[in-house]
């Protein structure tokens, strides 16, 4: 029996074999094969679906792992940026309570509330570090003028 993979074939006989041999047989048998050839086509067919969907929802199942992991991400990295907005825009230090920062500065400035910042900014330069804290803390809850934040700031440098 000759076989068309052989090399050593004649390229006439080895077209033959292809074009009209194989052909033949295969109308040949065809009728015979037909039923197992499709049934062996819907087993294969079945198995590649199933293993489809498994790679599907295994997909689903890791897309969606991914998306909750980051949308936490970015509810923490939201977190992180809103709070060191309102550090900027209000800056106390430490723990303040508003109370105790509000009945604390008298006895740093007599009449703090009623005096003007002008005023206040000449007061600010005999002060020691603890003082400038605290009415610096006290102006940020209160008034927040900028003038007595900025002469704050330039006297502990």
């Known amino acids: 029996m000759e076989h068309s993979t052989d090399r050593s074939a004649d390229p006439v006989k080895q077209l033959l074999n292809l074009f009209l041999y194989a052909p033949l047989g295969l109308l040949a ?5 037909y039923p197992d050839l499709v049934k062996r086509g819907r087993a294969n067919a079945t198995n590649a679906r199933a293993v489809g969907s498994f790679a599907l929802s295994m997909g ?4 969606k792992a991914r998306m909750a992991e980051a949308e936490s991400h970015f509810g923490e990295f939201l977190r992180i940026i809103s709070a060191s907005a309102d550090k ?8 303040v309570h508003v109370g105790e920062v509000l009945t604390s500065v ?3 400035i007599a009449d703090y509330d009623t005096l003007s ?6 007061s600010l330069a005999n002060l020691d570090s603890p003082s400038l804290t605290r009415l ?3 102006e940020r809850v209160g008034r927040n003028r900028v003038t007595v934040l900025n ?4 006297l502990r440098r």
């Not at 689903?60 to 897309?63: E, G, I, P, Y």
């Not at 900027?88 to 723990?95: A, G, W």
């Not at 910042?117 to 000449?122: D, E, G, L, Q």
């Not at 002469?151 to 330039?154: A, D, N, P, V």
């Open 88 to 95: 900027k825009m209000n800056p106390v230090s430490k723990d």
């Open 136 to 138: 610096e803390d006290y």
């Open 29 to 33: 048998r065809g009728s015979e094969e």
């Open 106 to 108: 008298n006895d740093i």
């Open 117 to 122: 910042a002008s005023v206040i900014v000449k």
């Open 60 to 63: 689903n199942t890791k897309a």
């Open 151 to 154: 002469r704050i700031s330039q």
